[in-house]
């Protein structure tokens, strides 16, 4: 259930990357060993390689430790994700971020780096995503 209820779905982390209007020349993936998060992450792969064909997309769901996941959160030029340990690896780091909240805690009091700068609600209704754009900090 966790993630179907708070993982977003790929047009969203597609319209997140483009937003940055950048050429990156790789996407790394990177979560636990869940069998939901593998599966979901390797569906995430197919899909960005299919959108974005010049661009190397790297899949290291279950293949890093904390320390591993937290180094190339540190050297990524952007961070997307969800408001989860990683996403706080994100801010520690000051990596440039779009953290997705979807659940009971207020976002805006969760923003402790200067290039988190945009955060952002997930809800999910009725079939339908939503993803609502609390803040902007500049």
């Known amino acids: ?36 998060e593998i599966e979901y992450n390797l569906k995430l792969e197919y899909f960005l390689e299919c959108k974005f064909k010049d661009c190397k997309i790297l899949n290291y769901t279950s293949k890093l430790n904390l320390d591993q996941s937290s180094d190339l959160i540190a050297q990524a030029d952007y961070y997307i994700g969800i408001n989860n340990g990683m996403g706080n690896v994100s801010q520690m780091f000051n990596t440039n971020s779009t953290i997705i909240y979807c659940g009971p805690e207020k976002p805006t009091i969760r923003k402790f780096s200067e290039k988190a700068d945009t955060l952002y609600f997930w809800i999910r209704s009725h079939n339908n995503v939503y993803l609502i754009k609390l803040h902007t900090y500049s």
Request: hydrophobic share 35%.
């Open 1 to 36: 259930k966790y993630q179907k209820e708070f993982r977003p779905d790929f047009k969203t982390v597609e319209r997140l990357i483009i937003k940055q209007k950048k050429d990156f020349l790789s996407i790394l993936i990177i979560g636990g060993s869940l069998k939901k």
